[in-house]
């Protein structure tokens, strides 16, 4: 057991955080990047998971859903056309060279999404391979097949912890940063300026178990700059794209458990303060990576802080939605209907907030999924978190997607 553990978190360390007790372990190593402290991040590692070992989660049985409940749907309508009837944006994360290398997931993209976001192109890590050039390309073409489908298209992400380049924390010092961040973000931003539906500016900037009283995460950009850098770069977007919305993007607000209810008012009182001050921010996005076999859906607490992030006056986008199957039975049967449980039982709890706008999972196809490599499982099955199966085929976790959006009340028309 302690292997797989161990091996999983090998895995893990270059990737960013799936389930909060690896990411516990991959910020405390990521947090370290002073040499002298590398050999505490590694002891504090091992405590992680010693600790975790007792959790539960590790050690669930499997789940299961109740054979009686159906995932039946009455219409084969695409998710694009479903969610527009109700005034809801849907669509996915799209890597661009997927576009050109696989023409029948380019098809499958133009039916199902009117939304796309690039899983990776317009990251920092992405688009500065050195500190004076911008690699555009990939992220033109994204833009490029969006206006030929007449597709939205988001922008991911302006400002992250994660996916720096290797350079840039050797540049980076206090008296450069607030140039470094603001012509990054106005470069970036006025490249695609009138293309972006809306930006994610900062990228999981909380993070309470790094111990600050406000829950803000230790990043290099905090160490740099002070908690203002958030507001640095909402103004910087604001003043290069005034049309696109501009989003604060977060995860593990989703379940019932101490970790969400921490991050959730966290971000809550992030929020708060940023439109106390006036920051040009419009919508949270919430990623949605949802993971629990258990998965302690407690719909009056997640609709209430929907209910205060709307009432701040922001609208609302799940932007990265996707079930990891990892530790599902290997019965594909089975799995899939635990995964589309998942989906619909969370659907229909954030769609019944009108403030939510927009709904775009982590991918399309399982064919495309960071989980593959992210949650692999053990069994040496693949991984299927996404609506639609390696073959572009609708799976139950479509229907189940379908099934919430037909239930989802009526927003105001997507123009
Ligand atoms: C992931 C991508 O899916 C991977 O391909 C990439 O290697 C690392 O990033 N939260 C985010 C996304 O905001 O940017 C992450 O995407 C998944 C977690």
């Not at 500190?131 to 990939?138: G, I, L, Q, T």
Request: net charge positive; with cysteine.
């Amino acid at each position: 057991m302690w292997g797989g553990i161990y091996s999983t978190l090998a895995r893990s360390v270059v990737c960013v955080h799936l389930e909060p007790f690896i990411a516990s372990v991959i910020d405390s190593i990521a947090m370290r990047r002073r040499v002298f402290l590398a050999g505490l991040a590694g002891l504090s590692a091992v405590g992680t998971v010693a600790i975790l070992g007792k959790d539960r989660r590790l050690a669930s049985s499997p789940v299961s859903v109740s054979t009686r409940r159906s995932f039946a749907i009455a219409n084969q309508t695409s998710l694009r056309l479903r969610a527009a009837t109700k005034g809801i944006l849907y669509g996915a994360a799209i890597q661009s060279q997927t576009l050109s290398s696989d023409p029948k997931f380019a098809r499958r993209v133009v039916e199902e999404c009117s939304i796309l976001v690039p899983e990776w192109e317009l990251k920092w890590k992405a688009l500065r391979p050195s500190p004076n050039r911008f690699n555009f390309s990939p992220g033109d073409k994204l833009a490029a097949f969006a206006k030929t489908h007449k597709l939205l298209m988001r922008g991911h992400t302006l400002v992250w912890h994660h996916a720096m380049p290797a350079w840039l924390p050797i540049v980076l010092n206090r008296q450069n940063a607030e140039q470094l961040l603001v012509d990054h973000v106005q470069t970036v931003v006025k490249h695609y300026a009138g293309k972006i539906h809306s930006w994610d500016v900062v990228n999981e900037a909380i993070n309470p178990k790094d111990g600050r009283a406000d829950g803000l995460r230790q990043s290099l950009w905090l160490e740099m700059l002070g908690p203002d850098y958030i507001d640095l770069a909402f103004h910087a977007a604001a003043k290069a794209d005034p049309q696109a919305l501009l989003v604060y993007n977060d995860y593990s607000v989703d379940y019932d458990t101490t970790e969400g209810e921490t991050r959730r008012t966290a971000i809550l009182k992030l929020l708060e303060k940023m439109k106390a001050k006036g920051t040009p921010i419009q919508a949270l996005g919430i990623q949605a990576h949802l993971y629990r076999d258990d998965p302690r859906l407690n719909p009056k607490k997640l609709q209430n802080f929907l209910k205060n992030v709307a009432d701040l006056g922001l609208k609302v986008m799940i932007t990265e939605l996707d079930v990891t199957d990892r530790t599902f039975p290997k019965d594909i049967k089975t799995r899939d209907r635990i995964v589309a449980a998942a989906y619909e039982d969370y659907l229909d709890v954030v769609l019944a907030e009108p403030a939510v706008i927009a709904l775009l999972t982590w991918g399309l196809s399982d064919r495309y999924t960071w989980l593959s490599t992210d949650a692999a499982r053990t069994d040496g099955s693949s991984a299927r978190p996404l609506p639609l199966d390696a073959q572009m085929n609708r799976k139950l976790a479509w229907n189940a997607i379908a099934r919430s959006l037909d239930r989802a009340t009526q927003r105001p028309m997507v123009t």
